[in-house]
């Protein structure tokens, strides 16, 4: 588990540092497709940020995540793992914090093509 947990560390770290950076159309292959409508690749690909449903939810994190990361300290909490039927989730605790307190987020990775994406961002 030491493996996954540094390895999804990394990739939500990239995953930060991209957002930062401002770049959506790099952060799309960071991302899982977000679409039950799409069965075919919800929770299976990645974005794709040339198709339209994709860059909406593509930017719509890029947004969220960003203003999360206007905290003055962010924290890491717990790792937690849970088997599920999409696959075996991932998921770092991450706390946003402007003052004495702040959002908290679960961050959920799956393993997609060989590398962890962000599949699901939950309320901690």
């Given at each position: 588990?030491?493996?996954?947990r540094?390895?999804?560390k990394?990739?939500?770290?990239?995953?930060?540092?991209?957002?930062?950076?401002?770049?959506?159309?790099q952060?799309?292959?960071?991302?899982?497709?977000?679409?039950?409508?799409?069965?075919m690749?919800?929770?299976?690909?990645?974005?794709?940020?040339?198709?339209?449903?994709?860059?909406?939810?593509?930017?719509?994190?890029?947004?969220?995540?960003?203003?999360?990361?206007?905290?003055?300290?962010?924290?890491?909490?717990?790792?937690?793992?849970?088997?599920?039927?999409?696959?075996?989730?991932?998921?770092?605790?991450?706390?946003?914090?402007?003052?004495?307190?702040?959002?908290?987020?679960?961050?959920?990775?799956?393993?997609?093509?060989?590398?962890?994406?962000?599949?699901?961002?939950?309320?901690?």
């Amino acid at each position: 588990m030491a493996d996954a947990r540094d390895a999804v560390k990394v990739a939500l770290e990239r995953l930060f540092d991209t957002v930062r950076a401002g770049d959506a159309a790099q952060l799309a292959p960071l991302l899982l497709v977000n679409d039950p409508q799409d069965q075919m690749r919800h929770l299976r690909r990645p974005c794709d940020y040339s198709l339209p449903h994709d860059r909406r939810h593509v930017d719509a994190l890029q947004q969220r995540i960003g203003e999360w990361l206007q905290a003055d300290l962010i924290v890491y909490g717990e790792f937690l793992t849970s088997a599920e039927s999409e696959g075996e989730w991932q998921a770092w605790e991450v706390s946003f914090r402007t003052g004495p307190d702040g959002p908290r987020r679960y961050f959920g990775f799956l393993l997609v093509e060989g590398a962890y994406r962000l599949g699901d961002i939950d309320q901690a």
